[in-house]
């Protein structure tokens, strides 16, 4: 399974933009890049996933890298609840569905 | 519409005692998975079953068994439960393999003393 790397942990200021960082340098050219969040004391989220291109959604955007070796999480504006855990994942479309979840990078929200 | 459902949402083991998690998902998901975390780390697939009657292994799946019977549910058995089986586990169903959204329950911390 190809892995991918992310900070242990990030900061941020409340209603400023943030940009998570992941690096997948082995990602195969079938392999989506997965995000999903954990808050606290709660199971994962889905965030949002993209193959190529950069993606939006009402949650975030990820912007893709064009080797797509690397990707970005963009949070536009945090917010207090968007203080969690946040898993950067490749998932192939023949693993039966599996995540495998690294370490992750768990994001600070300062008001 | 409640999603997955998980049951308890706690629970103290002795060694050696057994006990089973219980998984419900209400969105006629085919695909359903479950996943232990343990404290500071990610998440790590247990068991996995594509639909009902059909279970494989994933990661760590030594010392648990699952059925598939329903569309609906998806039970964890623990066996002769050991403290490295201390964690919290989550249950996550998705329409199908590949790159569908797994949705998660709201896991069950269990402490094996």
């Known amino acids: 399974d190809a892995k991918t790397t992310q900070p242990n942990s990030m900061e941020s200021n409340e209603e400023e933009p943030v940009h998570l960082p992941c690096n997948h340098s082995t990602i195969s050219g079938t392999d989506y890049i997965h995000w999903y969040r954990q808050l606290p004391s709660q199971g994962p989220e889905y965030v949002i996933h993209g193959l190529t291109s950069n993606v939006n959604n009402r949650m975030a955007s990820l912007a893709i890298a064009e080797d797509r070796k690397s990707s970005t999480l963009i949070l536009h504006r945090a917010t207090l609840r968007d203080a969690a855990v946040y898993y950067c994942i490749l998932r192939g479309g023949n693993q039966g569905g599996k995540l495998i979840f690294g370490q992750g990078t768990e994001l600070s929200v300062k008001p | 519409n409640a999603g997955v459902t998980q049951t308890p949402k706690f629970r103290i083991l002795k060694i050696g005692q057994s006990m089973t998690l219980q998984c419900t998902q209400d969105?006629?998901?085919?695909?359903m998975y479950w996943y232990r975390q343990d404290p500071g780390m990610g998440l790590k697939l247990i068991y996995y079953s594509v639909g009902a009657g059909i279970t494989d292994k994933g990661e760590v799946p030594n010392g648990y068994n699952v059925s598939r019977s329903t569309t609906e549910d998806f039970p964890l058995r623990l066996e002769l439960a050991a403290p490295s089986q201390t964690s919290v586990y989550f249950c996550a169903s998705s329409v199908a393999g590949g790159t569908y959204e797994q949705y998660f329950g709201p896991g069950t911390r269990l402490t094996v003393t």
């Open positions: 969105m006629n998901h085919n695909y």
